[in-house]
Structure formats: structure tokens, C-alpha cells
């Protein structure tokens, strides 16, 4: 997850997939984080090393819910 989403509310939720029961708590990053990945179609190593944290599952879903408001 973003590092942005861990300390933001609405900056909206993207990410690559969702309802997996394979993985629950897909990578998943906000608005302006999805600007970059728009612009080159990824996101580059270095960004991603800086830029994601690992959060536990009760976690992401309280960061999901805080931050999906705004994309809907």
C-alpha cells in the first residue's frame, strides 16, 4: 500500500485487483500515485521500494475504507 494512504482519508483507492480470493489485500495505492503509473504504465523499482508499505490485513481494510470515498 502507499505510503499516502497510510496517513491521508480520501485520497482515493486504486488497484490492480480486487475480489481475488487468492489475495485479499491486493497492492493498492492513491490518486496521485495512479498519476504515475498512468504516465509510464508502472510503477518504476525505486519508486515502489519508497513509496510502499506493508500494512496487516485489519489495516488495510480501515485505510480502504477511509480512502475509497473519493473515486466513487
Known amino acids: 500500500m502507499c505510503k499516502h ?3 491521508g482519508g480520501r485520497l482515493g ?3 490492480d485487483t480486487e475480489d481475488d480470493p ?3 489485500y491486493p497492492d493498492a495505492w492513491c490518486s496521485e500515485c495512479e ?3 498512468d504516465e509510464s504504465g508502472m510503477f518504476a523499482d525505486e519508486y515502489a521500494r519508497e ?3 506493508l500494512v496487516c490485513g485489519a ?3 480501515e485505510i480502504r ?4 470515498a473519493q473515486t466513487q
Open 13 to 15: 483507492f486504486f488497484c
Open 59 to 61: 489495516c488495510y481494510e
Open 5 to 7: 494512504l497510510l496517513q
Open 22 to 24: 487468492l489475495n485479499p
Open 65 to 68: 475504507a477511509m480512502n475509497i
Open 35 to 37: 498519476k504515475v503509473r
Open 51 to 53: 513509496t510502499f508499505k
